[in-house]
């Protein structure tokens, strides 16, 4: 079956635009995450979705971050005014309701974010 | 606060000896564990987890982790390795209550020499 899907695989971006992300998760799955990896290092959180709502929000670095999920589907990450800092690999993970908190995680292939 | 540490940043191992990725943990209670491969240009591939009951854990492509809990650690093996075995191995944590992200160690990039 159909995997988590991210668009799109690169987005080359100036310093100061506005970007957004998308990630399809696989269907029927109720819990979305978002995670930024930046070269030599594992995965980061950045938020979590528990259907439609933002569960935690805790991994956001500051308020140029949201991210939003209206249908408790498909998922966008937007950032505003771009910096030469946010220049990594954005991936979205998805599984299946977190009540059983050991459901694990199936991630996408990733967004690459250069921020010029 | 949860840590991974993953002490090696490069494993190298002959095609076909064993081979052994270490990782250790921090966390303020009982953790979930994992092992996730990632190839060049793929995203994270779940090899295994460890929740409850036995120790050794066996997961995809022959991998199998120990969960050893008076060492904090939880080292993947497999015991004999193969050429595709090439890639970056991450271990992570997340504690039974609390937080529901993965929290990741730095990697480990394991080489398998023909």
């Known amino acids: 079956g159909a995997g988590v899907s991210q668009t799109p695989s690169n987005k080359v971006t100036e310093k100061g635009k506005y970007v957004e992300l998308r990630c399809d998760p696989i269907s029927g799955h109720t819990a979305l995450y978002w995670y930024r990896q930046s070269l030599g290092q594992g995965p980061e959180f950045l938020i979590y979705?528990?259907?439609?709502?933002?569960?935690?929000d805790s991994g956001l670095p500051n308020d140029r971050f949201f991210a939003v999920r209206p249908e408790g589907s498909v998922s966008t990450l937007k950032i505003q005014r771009t910096e030469r800092g946010d220049s990594a690999v954005y991936l979205c993970?998805?599984?299946?309701?977190?009540?059983?908190?050991?459901?694990?995680?199936?991630f996408g292939p990733g967004t690459r974010l250069t921020v010029l | 606060a949860q840590s991974v540490a993953q002490p090696e940043d490069q494993v190298n191992v002959a095609e076909g000896n064993p081979l052994t990725v270490k990782c250790t943990y921090s966390?303020?209670?009982?953790?979930?564990l994992f092992w996730y491969v990632q190839y060049p240009n793929r995203g994270l591939q779940f090899l295994l987890k460890?929740?409850?009951?036995?120790?050794l854990v066996k997961g995809s492509y022959g991998f199998e982790a120990e969960f050893n809990k008076s060492q904090t650690s939880f080292h993947l093996k497999k015991p004999s390795a193969l050429v595709s075995d090439s890639a970056l191995y991450f271990c992570a944590v997340r504690e039974k209550t609390g937080a529901n992200n993965l929290f990741f160690g730095t990697g480990t990039r394991l080489t398998v020499i023909p």
């Open positions: 460890y929740i409850t009951g036995d120790n």
């Open positions: 993970a998805s599984s299946l309701t977190s009540g059983s908190s050991y459901n694990e995680q199936f």
């Open positions: 966390v303020s209670g009982n953790p979930y």
């Open positions: 979705f528990q259907g439609t709502g933002a569960a935690d």
